[in-house]
């Protein structure tokens, strides 16, 4: 207890998913992890939107209301007629999530949500539903102004290395309306990157190089390659030009993509 007469406490782990989503309504659940949890821990908070910087939107605040706790806090919130996320129009929903322990606030995060749906079938990638025609960069790293440019320019996905310090980049893509494809080049980062990044409306899968035929050898389903839909990379900045094979593990293991270099 500080010198206020406050228990310490802090937030180790939140984020939102999905629980239900369709024209009518959608339900998300927060998942809260703080340090410790007591009968005087509260965990207040609002979801705002829908927001995009390609338009301009009334917003509307959605409180979060608590579900159940065990070794977490489970929060939901209603939105109903929800805007949904996608490349063209890539509305979020985000506002402050705030711990309080023994009637003091002691910690104040941001969250950002994005709502969508993905898949992936023999007749390509549908997302909310819609056909999706994906078209590429490559990048070791890019700015708010390259993820402008590129949307303007009709490029909806972007192909850059999975590394820890990549992961921030998401933040853009979610804004900007690009779909990330993580290129694996390290063992080491399976599962933990697309562990990290599957919380991005913006994450769409990883792409196996040839230095993780282990983890290829796990995923890559035989006979699905025939039938694949092909991505068109542009090179800017990215020096791998080898044909790569991309599982999108948001759609379910065996959802492979061919990337092609243009």
């Known amino acids: 207890v500080d010198r206020s007469g406050t228990m310490p406490n802090r937030i180790l782990d939140a984020y939102v998913a999905t629980r239900h989503a369709d024209p009518a309504g959608a339900e998300l659940r927060i998942i809260v992890r703080p340090e410790c949890i ?48 996608q490349p063209q129009s890539p509305l979020l929903y985000e506002g402050p ?12 995060i941001w969250l950002r949500h994005g709502i969508r749906t993905v898949q992936l079938g023999e007749r390509g990638l549908r997302v909310n539903g819609q056909p999706c025609k994906l078209q590429g960069v490559g990048a070791e790293i890019f700015t708010e102004t390259d993820a402008r440019r590129w949307h303007d320019e009709g490029i909806n996905l972007v192909l850059m290395q999975a590394r820890d310090d990549t992961i921030e980049l998401l933040q853009i893509s979610d804004r900007f309306g690009l779909f ?15 562990l990290a990044c599957q919380r991005h409306p913006s994450y769409l899968g990883c792409v196996l190089t040839a230095g993780v035929d282990n983890v290829g050898a796990r995923l890559a ?6 039938a694949t839909p092909k991505i068109p990379i542009k090179d800017e900045g990215a020096t791998n030009k080898q044909l790569l094979i991309a599982v999108a593990a948001g759609a379910g293991i065996g959802a492979v993509f061919l990337i092609v270099w243009s």
């Open 97 to 108: 999530l705030e711990l309080w322990q023994d009637g003091a606030r002691v910690e104040q």
């Open 221 to 226: 389903v035989p006979g699905l390659l025939a």
């Open 180 to 194: 990330v494809l993580g290129r694996i080049e390290q063992p080491h980062h399976w599962p933990r990157w697309p």
């Open 38 to 85: 007591t009968p005087a821990t509260e965990i207040k908070g609002r979801l705002m939107g829908p927001r995009s910087p390609y338009a301009n939107t009334v917003e509307i605040a959605y409180p979060v209301r608590e579900m159940a706790r065990t070794d977490h806090v489970l929060l939901r919130v209603l939105i109903p007629e929800p805007n949904f996320w």
